[in-house]
C-alpha cells in the first residue's frame, strides 16, 4: 500500500495493494521524471519565461516555446524557459500506473480522447500510437423502476429504459429515446434560439435565462424525461451540486454541451496518455528547456529594479528566480489556496471575481482500476450468451456480436456507493492485461466514499466491489446466479487495484456553469480574462480550468494555446478539421481557433419544429 501526494490535483491519493515484486511508485516517475530531471543546482537563476505547473498544460506550454518550427516574436530564448514542478512526476491527471506483477500500464487519470480534439491532432504530431476503442460494444445500465414500480429495470435497450420511466407512446411502449436524443432535444428543440448559420444561441434563448439545468430540462423534458437523461447519463455531477457551489446553469451547461457533442468517435493511447506527457517533455528539454522537479514556487511578486526580469519567484528551496514572463498552469483551486503560492502577483489575481467563479465548482472522481485472474467479460454460456447479460433484462441477450463494454446502475445497496460506471476492457492493452476500470465515480459524495472505503482497506473495498458488482453482473460474481460460470472458468479474483481520487478532476464545465445564473459573466469572458488576468502584467493562466473546453487533456492544452497565440507571438497549429465549421475568437485577433461548434439541422418547411445535432 502507498500513499503519494499530487499537488496537481490538490490532493490526490493512491492505494495500491502489490501481490508481487512490482514496482509501488507512481508510474509518471518511472516514464517521466528520469528522462527529464537533469541535475540543477539550487543558484538563483534568469529565466525568460517560467512555468509553474507540469500537467498537461505546462508540458505543452513548454514544449510548444521549444519548438523550432514555430517561432515566436518577442526574442524568447528555449534555453531561459524554465518549468517547475513540486511533484517528482509530471502529468498531473493524465497518469498512467503499472499493475499486477508484470507491471502493466492502466490509465487512472486520462484515458481516451475524441478523435475531433486537439489532444488526438498532437498525438498524431508526435507520431504517438492510439487505438479505436474495440467493437462491438453496447452499455448495460439498471435503472429503479419507480414510475412503474419498485424493482430495477436492467437493459441496454433504450424503449425498455423508456418504459421504466414512463416515456411510452398511446399504446404503452416505449418511445426508444436515448440519453443523446433528449440532449438533442435541449440543444436544438424550438425552444432553442439559432443563429443563421444553425448555431444555437443559449444566451439568446429566454428560457434558460436564470435556470438551471435541470429547471431547464425538466421544463422541455417533463420530470420523466429529465429523470431519465439524470439516470443514464455516464457523468452524474454534471446534474449534481457541485463540491464548493451550485448547481449548473442552463446556458453554461448547454454551451459545453455544444462543444462536447461534436467529439467524433474515440481512441485511446497506447499503452496510456503519460507516453504523450513523456514525449513533449523529452522534445522540451532536449531543445534547451530547463525543468525542475521536487521544485514549487512559493511566491510570485513584481519588481523594478532588475530591468526586463519584472518578476521575481521564490522556490521551495529557497532559490530566487526572474522572469520576464510567467505562466501559472495549475488548477484555480490550486492558484485560490494560500497554503500554496503567495505573493503580490498571485494576491492580486486572487481578487478578481473571475478566479472565484472559476474555482467554484469543482468536480470530484474515483477511479477503481482492476487486474483479474480471468478475463470474465468476454465469456460465453453454454447457447452462446455473454455471462454479463443480466438475467432481468426482457428484450436483449448480450452475444458475442455485441459485447458489454460498460455498465452503470442507480441500484445502490444504502452504504453511501454506488456504481456511476464500470468500464470493461475497451482495448487490447487492457485485455491482454486482464484489466478493468471497475468502477468511475463522478458522483461527489460517493466518490469520497469510494474513497475512503479504500484507504482504510483495499481488501475491504475490493470485497465492496464484488458486491456491486454483483448487481450489474451477477451471473458472473452473485455466488446465487454465477454456477455456470464457476464451474466452467473458475472464481473470478482481484490480483491486483489501483485506486485513484481526483478532487478536481471535473472543473471545466463551462465557467458560467457552477455560477448563479444571475452571473453577469459568460464562459467566453472567463477564458479571455485568463489569457492575461492582470491587464498590465506579463503574467498568464494555463488550466482547463478556465475554458468551456472538456476533457482531461484537450482544455488544457487549448488554454496553452489561447497564451501562447494570443500573448507570446506564436502561431501553433489547431488542426481544423475539413467538413467541420469552425469559429475563430474574435478576441484574439483570429489566432486562437475554438473547437467545432455544434450546428442545429433544421427543416426549412417547417421552422416551427424542433431541429437536431
Given at each position: 500500500m502507498k500513499l503519494k501526494e499530487n499537488s496537481r490535483s490538490g490532493y490526490r491519493r493512491n492505494w495500491r495493494n502489490k501481490l508481487g515484486p512490482a514496482c509501488a511508485f507512481s508510474l509518471m516517475t518511472l516514464l517521466v521524471a528520469p528522462s527529464i530531471a537533469v541535475a540543477h543546482n539550487n543558484g538563483n537563476i534568469n529565466c525568460d519565461v517560467v512555468i509553474i505547473g507540469g500537467g498537461p498544460g505546462g508540458v505543452h506550454t513548454a514544449f510548444r516555446l521549444a519548438t523550432e518550427s514555430i517561432p515566436n516574436n518577442l526574442g524568447i530564448n528555449r534555453n531561459n524557459v524554465c518549468l517547475f514542478e513540486k511533484n517528482d512526476y509530471l502529468g498531473g491527471r493524465i497518469e498512467d500506473k503499472p499493475i499486477g506483477k508484470h507491471g502493466e500500464l492502466i490509465a487512472t487519470g486520462a484515458m481516451r480522447m475524441p478523435k475531433e480534439h486537439y489532444t488526438y491532432k498532437l498525438m498524431q504530431e508526435l507520431n504517438l500510437p492510439t487505438q479505436d476503442q474495440l467493437e462491438p460494444k453496447t452499455t448495460i445500465l439498471g435503472v429503479k423502476n419507480g414510475y412503474v414500480n419498485n424493482n430495477p429495470t436492467y437493459t441496454n435497450d433504450a424503449s425498455t429504459l423508456n418504459v421504466a420511466y414512463g416515456l411510452v407512446d398511446g399504446n404503452g411502449d416505449g418511445l426508444g429515446l436515448t440519453d443523446f436524443e433528449q440532449v438533442d432535444k435541449l440543444a436544438c428543440g424550438a425552444q432553442v434560439v439559432k443563429d443563421p448559420d444553425g448555431t444555437p444561441n443559449f444566451e439568446a434563448t429566454s428560457i434558460m435565462a436564470g435556470k438551471?439545468?435541470?429547471?431547464?430540462?425538466?421544463?422541455?423534458?417533463?420530470?420523466?424525461?429529465?429523470?431519465?437523461?439524470?439516470?443514464?447519463s455516464t457523468f452524474k455531477a454534471d446534474f449534481l451540486k457541485a463540491d464548493d457551489g451550485d448547481f449548473a446553469d442552463a446556458v453554461s451547461y448547454m454551451e459545453y454541451i455544444a462543444n462536447d457533442y461534436t467529439t467524433g468517435g474515440y481512441v485511446y493511447a497506447q499503452p496510456g496518455f503519460s507516453v504523450l506527457i513523456k514525449k513533449m517533455a523529452d522534445k522540451a528539454e532536449n531543445r534547451g528547456v530547463n525543468i525542475y522537479m521536487k521544485e514549487a514556487v512559493k511566491t510570485v511578486n513584481s519588481q523594478n529594479n532588475n530591468g526586463s526580469y519584472k518578476y521575481k519567484l521564490l522556490t521551495s528551496k529557497n532559490r530566487v528566480v526572474n522572469a520576464k514572463y510567467v505562466i501559472i498552469a495549475i488548477n484555480p483551486g490550486e492558484l485560490s489556496n494560500t497554503n500554496n503560492i503567495g505573493g503580490n502577483i498571485i494576491?492580486?489575481?486572487?481578487?478578481?471575481?473571475?478566479?472565484?467563479?472559476?474555482?467554484?465548482?469543482?468536480g470530484t472522481s474515483t477511479t477503481v482500476s482492476?487486474?483479474?485472474?480471468?478475463?470474465?467479460?468476454?465469456?460465453?454460456?453454454?447457447?452462446?450468451?455473454?455471462?454479463?447479460?443480466?438475467?432481468?433484462?426482457?428484450?436483449?441477450?448480450?452475444?458475442?456480436?455485441?459485447?458489454?463494454?460498460?455498465?452503470?446502475?442507480?441500484?445502490?445497496?444504502g452504504d453511501g456507493l454506488c456504481i456511476t460506471r464500470s468500464e470493461i476492457s475497451n482495448t487490447d492493452h487492457w485485455n491482454a492485461a486482464n484489466v478493468t476500470r471497475s468502477l468511475y465515480i463522478d458522483d461527489p459524495k460517493c466518490a469520497v466514499n469510494w474513497y475512503n472505503l479504500y484507504k482504510g482497506s483495499v481488501t475491504q473495498g475490493n470485497k465492496k466491489l464484488i458486491k456491486y458488482l454483483a448487481i450489474l453482473y451477477p451471473r458472473v460474481f452473485d455466488t446465487s446466479q454465477n454456477k455456470e460460470f464457476r464451474k466452467k472458468y473458475g472464481v473470478p479474483q482481484i490480483l491486483d487495484t489501483a485506486v485513484t481520487i481526483h478532487p478536481w478532476a471535473w472543473n471545466n464545465l463551462a465557467k458560467g456553469a457552477w455560477n448563479p445564473p444571475t452571473s453577469t459573466y459568460s464562459n467566453e469572458s472567463i477564458a479571455a480574462w485568463s489569457a492575461q488576468p492582470l491587464a498590465n502584467e506579463k503574467v498568464y493562466l494555463?488550466?482547463?480550468?478556465?475554458t468551456i473546453t472538456t476533457?482531461?487533456?484537450?482544455?488544457?492544452?487549448?488554454?496553452?494555446?489561447?497564451?501562447?497565440?494570443?500573448?507570446?507571438?506564436?502561431?501553433v497549429p489547431v488542426f481544423e478539421n475539413e467538413g467541420l465549421t469552425v469559429k475563430i475568437d474574435p478576441v484574439s485577433n483570429g489566432k486562437y481557433v475554438v473547437l467545432p461548434k455544434l450546428k442545429c439541422r433544421c427543416d426549412p418547411d417547417n421552422p416551427g419544429d424542433d431541429c437536431h445535432i
Open positions: 438551471s439545468i435541470t429547471e431547464y430540462g425538466t421544463h422541455v423534458l417533463g420530470q420523466n424525461g429529465m429523470d431519465f437523461l439524470k439516470d443514464v494576491n492580486q489575481i486572487r481578487s478578481t471575481p473571475e478566479l472565484k467563479l472559476a474555482t467554484d465548482g469543482h482492476n487486474q483479474w485472474n480471468v478475463e470474465w467479460w468476454n465469456k460465453l454460456d453454454k447457447d452462446g450468451v455473454q455471462f454479463m447479460s443480466h438475467p432481468q433484462d426482457p428484450v436483449n441477450v448480450i452475444t458475442s456480436s455485441n459485447y458489454i463494454r460498460r455498465g452503470g446502475t442507480t441500484e445502490t445497496l494555463v488550466s482547463d480550468g478556465y476533457g482531461w487533456s484537450t482544455g488544457a492544452f487549448m488554454s496553452s494555446v489561447r497564451v501562447l497565440n494570443t500573448k507570446l507571438g506564436m502561431n
